[in-house]
């Protein structure tokens, strides 16, 4: 019996995103959808295994330093915080049967690019992602652009985002110049930051799906 190929959905910090009707779709597609409790997500606990209080932090999308002390990690603190969280998904990529397909939204989109290239997924959408610093020479870099080992990569921007704009995620797009990896770009005309939710969501999940049909992965 064949293993359904995981897909494991990242949320960004703020609760624009739902995966549920994603999960739904991916499941009757063959797939097998996850969607932790964790530090980026709008179920996640500020401790592991701790209660959420409504408004509080961690309820509503926030992302949380592990470890318990409940501070908030920024996206202009991304050296701090971001390994922090890369690795609590790592640990739970490791766990599952076989390597996930893995999608995400704003903070959740760089974190997909993250993992991706650090060797962690099968194949990476990163929909409306944050940016990343390009690191200084001699400095470490917070995504491993050149890697040539990774998954395949699909950057998905809307043209109307005003929080990362259509133009930041072709420039994201433009980093991967380099890569001999596949990297894939597709802009969706008079959509926002809210693509995944709102009413076109569908469109994206599909033009998703058909993208991963096309490398072969379903």
């Not at 050149?146 to 990569?153: D, Q």
């Not at 058909?210 to 072969?216: N, Y």
Request: overall charge negative.
């Amino acid at each position: 019996m064949t293993t359904p190929t995981p897909v494991l959905f990242i949320p960004g910090r703020r609760p624009h995103t739902s995966w549920q009707p994603w999960r739904d779709l991916f499941e009757a597609r063959g797939f097998a959808p996850i969607e932790p409790g964790g530090p980026v997500t709008p179920r996640g606990p500020v401790t592991p295994g701790g209660p959420v209080t409504p408004g509080g932090p961690g309820a509503a999308g926030e992302l949380i330093e592990p470890g318990g002390s409940g501070a908030l990690i920024t996206p202009g603190e991304p050296a701090a915080g971001l390994g922090d969280v890369a690795e609590y998904y790592a640990r739970i990529i490791a766990d599952l049967p076989a390597a996930p397909v893995i999608v995400g939204h704003a903070f959740g989109g760089l974190l997909t690019q993250k993992l991706l290239c650090s060797g962690l997924g099968r194949a990476g959408v990163a929909i409306s992602p944050a940016p990343f610093v390009v690191p200084e020479p001699g400095e470490a870099p917070i995504v491993d652009i050149a890697s040539t080992a990774r998954g395949p990569l699909l950057l998905i921007s809307g043209q109307l985002d005003q929080d990362v704009p259509d133009a930041v995620t072709r420039a994201t797009y433009r980093l991967y110049g380099d890569s001999a990896a596949t990297t894939d770009l597709k802009q969706f005309a008079d959509r926002g930051h809210s693509l995944t939710t709102d009413a076109g969501w569908r469109a994206v999940a599909d033009y998703v799906l058909g993208w991963l049909c096309r490398q072969g992965i379903k």
